[in-house]
Each structure stands twice: as structure tokens, then as C-alpha cells.
């Protein structure tokens, strides 16, 4: 299915599995999103380019290697992707961060912006946008739309689960862009819901309902 990359280590399937876990309380489910948001990160990255240098070691010079290319930019879907951004940010620290915030509309389910503040520079950056979940994909779809009606021109997709449903939509609407995913689910239910999913991601990490 398209650009869909479902990312196998096992340290990030054996933490999904307690994050879908119903018994799974907020404090325990924020720190294993965190934990997979780091992992997944070191996944996603693994490819970015570096360019040769040379360092001087306590013993010789060696040649090494230092990150080339886009500096990268952190887009977290409000609420629930903020919190995979500290995670990801372990890895790269230096990494600027935008917000853009949607709600699914209860009704229509369509997704209603209400926030977006992003760097000034976001044109020019390698962009991740981040949220738990791909249901619909109506939320990730117009993040991305909200992205490059900006100038984004390079971004990726990262969420720990998404359905079929949202993948296609993605891929459909957004065919440039990756979809990172720490599993690929059976569909939706018909509360649009991911099934098995984890339930209300937003929810789980803040203790709200
Ligand atoms: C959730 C989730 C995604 C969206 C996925 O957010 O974090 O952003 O739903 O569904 P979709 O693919 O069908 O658009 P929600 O709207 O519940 O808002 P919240 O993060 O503020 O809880
Ligand atoms: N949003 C969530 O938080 N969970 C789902 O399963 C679908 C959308």
C-alpha cells in the first residue's frame, strides 16, 4: 500500500502492546508514547544524509560524519502529538517545532482547524508531522494541506497506528509524502474509531474524558 513504511523492531512493537493495553493508566501510557516517539524517530532518521569532516581525536585526526542537508522541523497535530514531541526531540534536539491544531467535528467527523503557528523557515525544512493516530486521515490531510498552502515541501507522515482507511487517504491526496506507522491496523468502527487501536489517544495521555 503506497508510501506506507510499518516500522517492525521489536523494542516498538513490545511497547505498543502495552500502550493499546485498556488497563494501561496516563502516566504509564505518556511515558511509553514517549519511549516508541524516540524509537520511531531513530527509524525515520536512519537515512538522512551526512557529509564527510575531519576531527581531531585525543590520538589522530579521523574522518567522520556530520548531518548534511534540510534542517528538520517537528509538526505535532494538536493535541495528541504532543506527546510524541519530546521523544523525538531526544534524538534531535536542535529540531524547530510548529503546531497545527485540529479536532474531529463529533458530527461530520470532519477535522476543524483551530490552530497553527509554525517556524518562519518552514519552507525550506524537512518536516515530520506527528500524532498517534491515523483514523480517517482527515486530520493528517489537512495538516498537511495547512503545511504547503505554506511553502512545506518535503514532509513525512509519523503515527503509531493507522487504518487502512487513513493510509489511502493520505496516499491518495498526498502521494509525496511518507507514512511511518508502528503498526497498520484492521479498519474503523462506526465511531471512526482505529480497531484494535488504543482508543481516545488524546484522552489516554491527559487524563481527560
Ligand atoms: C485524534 C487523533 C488525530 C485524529 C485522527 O484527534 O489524535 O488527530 O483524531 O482521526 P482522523 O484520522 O479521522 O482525522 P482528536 O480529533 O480526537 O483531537 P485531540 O488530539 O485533541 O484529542
Ligand atoms: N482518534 C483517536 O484518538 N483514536 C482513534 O481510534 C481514532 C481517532
Known amino acids: 500500500m503506497g508510501n506506507v513504511h510499518v516500522l517492525e523492531h521489536p523494542l516498538i512493537q513490545h511497547k505498543l502492546t502495552f500502550i493499546r493495553n485498556a488497563e494501561t493508566g496516563t502516566k504509564e501510557f505518556r511515558e511509553l508514547v514517549d519511549e516508541v516517539s524516540t524509537l520511531m524517530a531513530f527509524e525515520i532518521t536512519r537515512k538522512l544524509p551526512v557529509r564527510e569532516v575531519n576531527v581531531q581525536t585525543p590520538v589522530r585526526e579521523a574522518k567522520s560524519y556530520v548531518l548534511a542537508g ?59 508531522v506527528i500524532d498517534p493516530m491515523l483514523a480517517t486521515g482527515g486530520s493528517a490531510a489537512a495538516a498537511i494541506d495547512a503545511l504547503k498552502k505554506r511553502g512545506a515541501k518535503n514532509i513525512k507522515l509519523m503515527c503509531l497506528v493507522g487504518a487502512p482507511e487513513g493510509v489511502e487517504k493520505i496516499t491518495q491526496e498526498h502521494p509525496d509524502v511518507d507514512i511511518y506507522l508502528a503498526a497498520l491496523d484492521e479498519g474503523l468502527n462506526e465511531k471512526s474509531y482505529i480497531v484494535p487501536g488504543m482508543g481516545d489517544a488524546g484522552d489516554r495521555l491527559f487524563g481527560t474524558k
Not at 91 to 98: C, M, R, S, T
Open 70 to 128: 534540510k534542517k528538520l522541523g517537528l509538526i505535532p497535530i494538536l493535541r495528541a502529538g504532543l506527546g510524541m514531541v519530546d521523544g523525538v526531540l531526544k534524538l534531535i534536539p536542535a529540531a524547530k517545532v510548529g503546531h497545527v491544531g485540529f479536532y474531529r467535528d463529533p458530527e461530520t467527523l470532519e477535522p476543524i482547524e483551530y490552530y497553527v503557528k509554525l517556524p518562519s523557515d518552514v519552507h525550506e525544512r524537512e518536516l515530520i
